[in-house]
């Protein structure tokens, strides 16, 4: 089992930077894809970021590709996903989730095995 653990999330102004984490304990996988997703109120879940924990390629959604940056320390299990210019649409609960396999398919939530319970982020503008 793997247990996943977001932290980071608070309110920020519009253009602020906020830093999310994800801890990850349990299992450990050689290779494995850690992705994070976020839902706003009334939307469904969509894809962030995601990264692939070997070899560190990054892929991100078309709305946060120059804002966003994820990242992954090894040693520490541990993800973080780096948001600067944030804007009011950024708003959400924000999930980080694990997939078990180095996976082309990083943008369908259901590929993955394990998800954190969520952190928020709000705009305060």
């Known amino acids: 089992q793997v247990q996943l653990v977001e932290s980071g999330g608070g309110l920020v102004q519009a253009g602020g930077s906020l830093r999310l984490s994800c801890a990850a304990s349990g299992r450990t996988f050689s290779s494995c894809t850690l992705g994070w997703f976020r839902q706003a109120p009334g939307k469904e879940r969509e894809f962030v970021a995601a990264i692939w924990c070997s070899i560190g390629l990054t892929y991100y959604a078309d709305s946060v590709k120059g804002r966003f940056t994820i990242s992954r320390d090894n040693a520490k299990n541990t993800a973080y996903l780096q948001m600067n210019s944030l804007k009011p649409e950024d708003t959400a609960v924000y999930y980080c989730?694990?997939?078990?396999?180095?996976?082309?398919?990083?943008?369908?939530?259901?590929?993955?095995?394990?998800w954190g319970q969520g952190t928020q982020v709000t705009d305060s503008t």
């Open positions: 989730a694990l997939n078990g396999r180095a996976s082309a398919r990083y943008r369908v939530g259901a590929e993955y095995d394990y």
